[in-house]
């Protein structure tokens, strides 16, 4: 039913950028009340939240650590979600996870409200 697909990973030197891209299928990231969102997980660590967007990409809500940096956005045209990445930093390394969920007023955060996930794209980035 439901699929997200992601790409654009890859490894890299710190300061550099990657754009990461997710293609939705039997999903509208245009929807109202659609969350869809950017999460990552370095090994032995928890699957943190890089970046949550909404309200048809007019809602954003970042991390703290890629504040400044990183960038979602949509391209509805295409229901397509991205992730640009500047100023890339070894912190930065894990792997990335395009997500999706429905029939949310206000957004969640945690990855455990999320319904619907991608099978991951690795970044690396080395100092």
């Known amino acids: 039913q439901v699929r997200l697909v992601e790409s654009g990973g890859g490894s890299v030197q710190a300061g550099e950028s990657l754009r990461l891209s997710c293609v939705a299928s039997?999903?509208?990231?245009?929807?109202?009340?659609?969350?869809m969102g950017w999460f990552r997980q370095a090994p032995g660590k928890e699957r943190e939240k890089v970046a949550i967007?909404?309200?048809?990409?007019?809602?954003?809500d970042y991390a703290d650590s890629v504040k400044g940096r990183f960038t979602a956005s949509v391209d509805n045209a295409k229901n397509t979600l991205y992730l640009q990445m500047n100023s890339l930093e070894p912190g930065d390394t894990g792997m990335y996870y395009c997500?999706?969920?429905?029939?949310?007023?206000?957004?969640?955060?945690?990855?455990?409200?999320?319904?619907?996930w991608g099978q991951g794209t690795q970044v690396t980035v080395s100092s």
């Open positions: 039997g999903y509208s990231v245009s929807r109202i009340r659609n969350c």
């Open positions: 997500a999706a969920t429905y029939d949310w007023i206000v957004c969640p955060s945690s990855p455990i409200h999320f319904t619907y």
């Open positions: 967007i909404y309200s048809g990409g007019s809602g954003k």
